[in-house]
């Protein structure tokens, strides 16, 4: 059987569980010799949403936006420095727009054969379940899944 992963895709929002995510496809890359991509995607989709429902005006939601810009630009430089540390090649991709929308177009454009997501937050509603981007990308992702969930465990064994 040959190398069951050689295009993996890990997608970072932001939160601890992502950047734990990362460390675990970090980890997997350099055990499959796989290409790794980190992709971080600003969300303009629900940052006009906000601007519909009047909770921003335009100028906030550019502000935001720049911000986010900002943040993105922040987590995707520590992932490629957490990789240089374990000495594997990662490709750093942002994008804007809807999140589950561009990252499926992104996996399908690599045709990586892996996503990484970080630990799916518990849904307390159906608002909340139709509202969340890493749920969609669980449910609509063209390639297999895998959902890192331990974090402790990982970031111990990442730091050994």
């Not at 997608?11 to 350099?30: F, N, Q, R, W």
Request: net charge negative; hydrophobic share 45%.
């Amino acid at each position: 059987m040959g190398v069951p992963f050689k295009d993996i895709l890990v997608y970072l929002d932001g939160s601890e569980s992502s950047m734990t995510a990362v460390m675990y496809a970090i980890k997997l890359a350099k055990e499959n010799d796989a290409k790794l991509t980190a992709v971080f995607v600003v969300n303009t989709k629900a940052l006009s949403e906000l601007v519909k429902a009047g909770i921003f005006v335009a100028i906030e939601r550019d502000e935001y936006q720049r911000d986010l810009q900002s943040d993105a630009d922040r987590y995707l430089r520590h992932a490629a420095k957490l990789a240089l540390q374990k000495h594997v090649e990662i490709e750093t991709v942002k994008l804007e727009g809807t999140v589950h929308v561009v990252v499926r177009q992104l996996l399908k454009e690599k045709q990586a054969d892996l996503l990484i997501l970080g630990g799916i937050t518990d849904i307390r509603s159906r608002r909340e379940e139709l509202a969340s981007e890493t749920d969609r990308l669980l449910r609509t992702s063209p390639c297999p899944v895998l959902v890192v969930r331990d974090d402790d465990d990982i970031w111990l064994e990442f730091e050994a």
